[in-house]
């Protein structure tokens, strides 16, 4: 349910508040220890972010998408692992429940994850297969009254902490594509599921991927997320909101980023003035505020579509492949503009530097993207015709 004007300001508001009183002051520890303390996770679910987009029913706060694309935006000028916690939750970890699951899984598992008492976990991506969905090769085969699971996935957010995966894995062996695929939950402590060692990546030290490997995994048959074959479904069907939520947070870094700019440019003097007075610097800012506004200005229209239940694929595309990029030219901009400083340690500039470049590659490479905008454009154009 999407919260008027004045409802809204006041949670972001409240948003706003936490990041600068709470979150920033805790960025580095974040970094030191790889990961988000404890109390910041309590303090963060008794805000209510891990029930964003988790209808009120269970707990959550139901936001509509222009709500959580404004809380987003407000809490990513932090540390994106802060919203990486949240994430899953708020997106493939409830969203398959909530559109095929049962009623008896929803009530087990949603308010739990709404509380953040329940942490979550989304497992589609393999070692052989990414982009390339329909090609994955976990199975999963009926043996009496369990399912018997088998396979690896990789990459795997929140896997080394998850209480509770959504997997996604083939039940009709002789299928060759995305229609033979369908959707489990699987619990942790499940017989035959194993969790590899704890990814080394470039950045996002405080979020934790991966693999998760099935050897004979056995669930109960009543674990399958609606019927058979809807797995593939079910993967995409929460890409659009996920695909807004990841713009979003691009938009809040990309904001963090030039807040830092002007803040050393201002300070930071060269030839004998302010380097924010020298031109060139000015048009790396100009260029950064520029294509934020239109970045936040698409995401924006696009989240106010989604709310009125209008299609969304080709705009949620757009908007991801925009502002994911858009953030990558920032941060590159503004590290010019920090010069040696900005390759060090000392500055945030460098820790964002590296945790904004993924945000290229999960929810869809940016290629992909592409890919996605002009099958839409010409599924239209065709229609117009």
Not at 112 to 131: K, N, V, W, Y
Not at 145 to 159: D, F, H, S
Not at 190 to 211: V, Y
Not at 258 to 274: C, K, M, Q, S
Request: some cysteine; proline content about 3%; aromatic content about 6%.
């Amino acid at each position: 349910m999407a919260l008027d004007d004045q409802t809204r300001k006041q949670f972001v508001a409240a948003v706003e508040r936490f990041v600068a009183e709470r979150l920033l002051p805790n960025e580095v520890l974040v970094e030191e220890q790889r990961r988000v303390p404890d109390d910041i996770l309590g303090e963060m679910a008794a805000l209510g972010l891990f029930g964003l987009s988790i209808p009120e029913r269970w707990g959550g706060l139901g936001l509509g998408m222009e709500d959580e694309v404004a809380v987003l935006i407000a809490l990513c000028r932090a540390n994106l692992s802060f919203r990486s916690a949240i994430g899953i939750n708020n997106g493939v970890g409830s969203h398959g429940l909530l559109t095929y699951g049962s009623d008896a899984q929803r009530e087990r598992y949603l308010a739990r994850m709404a509380a953040g008492e329940m942490i979550a976990a989304f497992c589609l991506t393999e070692p052989d297969c990414g982009s390339d969905a329909a090609a994955l090769r976990t199975s999963a085969r009926l043996d009496g009254p369990e399912w018997v699971l088998n396979g690896v996935k990789r990459y795997i957010t929140n896997a080394p902490s998850a209480d509770v995966f959504t997997v996604i894995a083939r039940t009709d062996a002789d299928s060759r594509d995305h229609r033979g695929l369908s959707a489990f939950i699987v619990e942790r402590g499940a017989p035959g599921l194993s969790i590899g060692n704890t990814d080394r990546k470039m950045g996002l030290h405080g979020s934790h991927t991966a693999d998760v490997i099935f050897n004979d995994c056995r669930i109960p048959a009543d674990a399958i997320i609606g019927e058979p074959g809807l797995g593939f479904a079910l993967a995409m069907s929460s890409l659009n909101r996920g695909r807004l939520g990841i713009a979003a947070a691009a938009i809040g870094a990309g904001r963090r980023l030039i807040d830092e700019a002007l803040d050393y440019a201002t300070e930071r003097r060269a030839f004998g003035e302010p380097i924010a007075q020298h031109q060139l610097v000015q048009a790396m800012l100009a260029d950064s505020e520029t294509e934020l506004l239109a970045a936040q200005c698409m995401v924006e229209y696009t989240a106010r579509r989604f709310d009125q239940d209008l299609p969304v694929i080709k705009e949620a595309s757009c908007c991801k492949l925009f502002a994911t990029e858009t953030v990558g030219k920032i941060a590159d901009r503004v590290l010019q503009i920090f010069g040696g400083a900005g390759f060090m340690g000392d500055y945030p500039i460098e820790r964002i530097y590296r945790d904004v470049r993924v945000m290229r590659i999960y929810e869809g490479t940016s290629q992909i993207q592409q890919l996605l905008i002009a099958k839409q454009m010409l599924k239209e154009h065709a229609l117009k015709g």
